[in-house]
């Protein structure tokens, strides 16, 4: 059964790590800790990804800043308390982690394939110059009654044909993990940039 649930969201990153490693949580003695990758999109911009990693596949207390990886792993969410309000967080859990010395391929450096339930009205929306654009929440199963929770974002007729799924429907999405900043108001006078983490669509199917 776990098997089958792990294979329901699958991503690959290749990159190169741009920070140090930072305390997240400990689990039964385990320590996991956070660390950004830098994956680099054709059009020669850049997403910066967290990545969870145990401190048993990796040593936390190096500075890997410069190295280019691949990591293998699952894209996660959870809720982070701020407040009266809780805030999703997401990251890629890292199953499996290699050293590259050279990479060439960047059509191969961010990829992910989930399979999981639309949990939220779709809001579909047009760009003042037309685009379509709809965004989606997918909620994706994992072992032991937990799910993560993934925000998604497809464009044109994937768009349009996404517009239609109802809350429940079973979708499976390929796709990219991106990252995009965005300006948070917290009050009248007061600003925050921040950054999201989202899948771009570039292929859903419907499985209902």
């Known amino acids: 059964m776990s098997e089958k649930v792990m294979e329901n969201n699958r991503v690959t990153v290749i990159g190169t790590i741009v920070s140090d490693f930072t305390f997240s949580h400990a689990v039964f003695g385990e320590g996991f800790y956070l660390v950004d990758l830098s994956v680099s999109r054709l ?5 910066v990804i967290p990545l969870m990693v145990s ?105 349009r044909f996404a517009s239609g799924f109802s809350v429940g429907t079973r979708i499976q999405i390929w796709g990219r993990v991106q990252s995009r900043e965005y300006t948070k108001k917290l009050s009248e006078t007061e600003c925050e940039k921040r950054t999201a983490y989202e899948v771009s669509v570039s292929k859903l199917e419907c499985c209902q």
Not at 43 to 47: G, H, L, N, Y
Not at 71 to 98: C, I, M, P, T, W
């Open 43 to 47: 059009s020669e911009q850049a997403d």
């Open 55 to 159: 401190e048993r596949l990796m040593d936390v207390t190096r500075d890997y800043r410069g190295c280019t990886i691949e990591a293998d792993g699952q894209f996660r969410s959870y809720n982070r308390h701020e407040g009266v309000k809780n805030r999703l967080v997401l990251s890629v859990f890292v199953r499996e982690v290699q050293f590259l010395e050279e990479f060439t391929d960047y059509t191969k450096t961010n990829q992910i394939f989930l399979d999981g339930y639309i949990c939220k009205e779709p809001i579909y929306r047009k760009t003042p110059l037309g685009r379509e654009i709809a965004d989606l929440l997918v909620a994706v199963n994992r072992p032991y009654g937990k799910s993560d929770y993934i925000p998604c974002i497809a464009w044109g007729r994937n768009a």
